[in-house]
C-alpha cells in the first residue's frame, strides 16, 4: 500500500495530505498560482485607482483649472482657454510671494542641513545599542505630536512675554533682539510675528526629516575610507571636503527634498507665525477661500509643482533617491 501511494502522481500526493483543497479558498488558491500576473492585478488595482483618481486626477483637475480665468464683473469662472491667470503670477505683488517662498523654502533647507549634519555624523559614527534607540526617539518624538499644538507652542515661545524675551533681558541682552527686530529683513516687532519666527519654527518642524537621510547616507560610508584619507595626510577638513561630504550629499540631497517642499507648501505656520507678508500656501488659501478666484490659486499651485519636478530632476542626479 505504502509502494503504491509513493507511486502516485505528486498533484494526487498533494490533494491527498491538504486538506480543504476541493473548498472555494482552494480553487482561489489554485487559480492564483496557476495565473499570478491575476493575483498581481488583484492586488494593483486598488491602490493605482486610488492613486489615479483621487491623487493624480485632482492634480490634473487643478492643472485644468488654472488655464481658465475669472470674470473680474460678475466674479465667475470663464470656462475658455487662456493664459491670463498665469501673467498674472508676474504681476509684482504675486511675483514677491513666489520669490519670498523660494527664499525661505531655500534657507529652511540650508540651515536644516547644518544643524542636521552634526546630529547624524554622530548617531552613525559613535553611538551604539541604546544611544542609538535614544537618538531615534529624540528624532521621531516631536513627530508624534499634535502639528499645530507645536506651532502654537513656538507661538508662546517667541512672544514678547515669552520665555525667550526673558532669556534675553536676564542676560541684558534685549538690546540685541531689539535690534534684530528691527531689521527691515525680519519684517515684525516680535519674533512670534515675524519672517525670523517663521523661519525658526520651520526649521524646528522639518529637521527630522533632514536628519535621518542623512544619517543613513552617513551609516554607509565605510570607516576605513576615512583612516586612509587621514593616512595619506589629509587633514579633517579636507578629509571631509573630499571624502565625508561627498559621499553624504545624497543623503542631504534626500533630507531637502522633504524640507523644500514641505516649506514651499505650507501656509500654516506663516499663517500663526508670520507677517503679513504672504508665501505661496496663504495664497492659495485665500484666492481659493476668500477671494473666490479658483483659476488664480490653482496657478498658484502649479507653481511649487513645476519648482519641485525640476528640484526633483536635480536631485535624482546626485542620487538622492538612493538615499531614502
Same mark, same amino acid.
Given at each position: 500500500m505504502t509502494a503504491l501511494a509513493l507511486t502516485k502522481p505528486a498533484a494526487l500526493r498533494e490533494t491527498s495530505i491538504l486538506?480543504?483543497?476541493g473548498g472555494l479558498f482552494g480553487r482561489l488558491s489554485d487559480a492564483f498560482w496557476r495565473h499570478p500576473k491575476l493575483?498581481?492585478?488583484?492586488?494593483?488595482? /486598488?491602490?493605482?485607482?486610488?492613486?489615479?483618481?483621487?491623487?493624480i486626477g485632482s492634480l490634473i483637475a487643478l492643472l485644468l483649472q488654472s488655464f481658465f480665468s475669472i470674470d473680474d464683473f460678475s466674479g465667475l469662472v470663464n470656462y475658455e482657454f487662456t493664459l491670463a491667470t498665469y501673467a498674472q503670477l508676474l504681476s509684482p505683488t504675486n511675483f514677491d510671494i513666489i520669490i519670498r517662498t523660494i527664499i525661505m523654502a531655500a534657507l529652511v533647507t540650508l540651515a536644516s542641513a547644518v544643524v542636521a549634519f552634526?546630529?547624524?555624523?554622530?548617531a552613525a559614527r559613535y553611538a551604539q545599542g541604546k544611544w542609538k534607540a535614544l537618538f531615534y526617539l529624540g528624532v521621531m518624538l516631536p513627530l508624534w505630536s499634535s502639528y499645530l499644538v507645536k506651532i502654537y507652542a513656538w507661538k508662546l515661545i517667541l512672544a514678547k512675554e515669552g520665555i525667550l524675551t526673558w532669556i534675553f533681558a536676564k542676560l541684558h541682552l534685549s538690546w540685541l533682539l531689539d535690534g534684530v527686530l528691527n531689521l527691515p529683513v525680519i519684517g515684525g516687532n516680535s519674533l512670534s510675528v515675524s519672517y525670523l519666527g517663521t523661519?525658526?519654527?520651520?526649521?524646528?518642524?522639518?529637521?527630522?526629516?533632514?536628519?535621518?537621510?542623512?544619517?543613513?547616507?552617513?551609516?554607509?560610508?565605510?570607516?576605513n575610507l576615512i583612516e586612509a584619507s587621514s593616512?595619506?595626510?589629509?587633514?579633517?577638513?579636507?578629509?571631509?571636503?573630499?571624502?565625508?561630504? /561627498?559621499?553624504?550629499?545624497p543623503g542631504i540631497v534626500a533630507g531637502s527634498i522633504f524640507t523644500f517642499s514641505l516649506t514651499l507648501g505650507d501656509y500654516i505656520i506663516p499663517q500663526i507665525i508670520g507677517s503679513s507678508r504672504l508665501f505661496i500656501g496663504q495664497a492659495v488659501y485665500?484666492?481659493?477661500?476668500?477671494?473666490?478666484?479658483? /483659476?488664480?490659486?490653482?496657478?498658484?499651485?502649479?507653481? /511649487?509643482?513645476v519648482?519641485?519636478?525640476?528640484?526633483?530632476?536635480?536631485?535624482?542626479?546626485?542620487?538622492?533617491?538612493?538615499?531614502?
Open positions: 486538506p480543504g483543497r493575483l498581481l492585478f488583484l492586488m494593483l488595482t /486598488p491602490p493605482l485607482l486610488w492613486l489615479g483618481i483621487i491623487y552634526p546630529i547624524a555624523y554622530y523661519f525658526l519654527v520651520f526649521v524646528y518642524v522639518w529637521l527630522p526629516y533632514m536628519i535621518l537621510p542623512t544619517q543613513a547616507a552617513l551609516e554607509r560610508v565605510q570607516g593616512d595619506l595626510g589629509a587633514t579633517p577638513s579636507q578629509t571631509f571636503r573630499t571624502v565625508l561630504f /561627498p559621499l553624504a550629499l485665500a484666492q481659493q477661500g476668500t477671494a473666490g478666484n479658483v /483659476p488664480l490659486a490653482a496657478a498658484f499651485s502649479v507653481v /511649487p509643482i519648482i519641485m519636478a525640476i528640484y526633483l530632476w536635480l536631485a535624482k542626479k546626485q542620487g538622492a533617491f538612493d538615499a531614502l
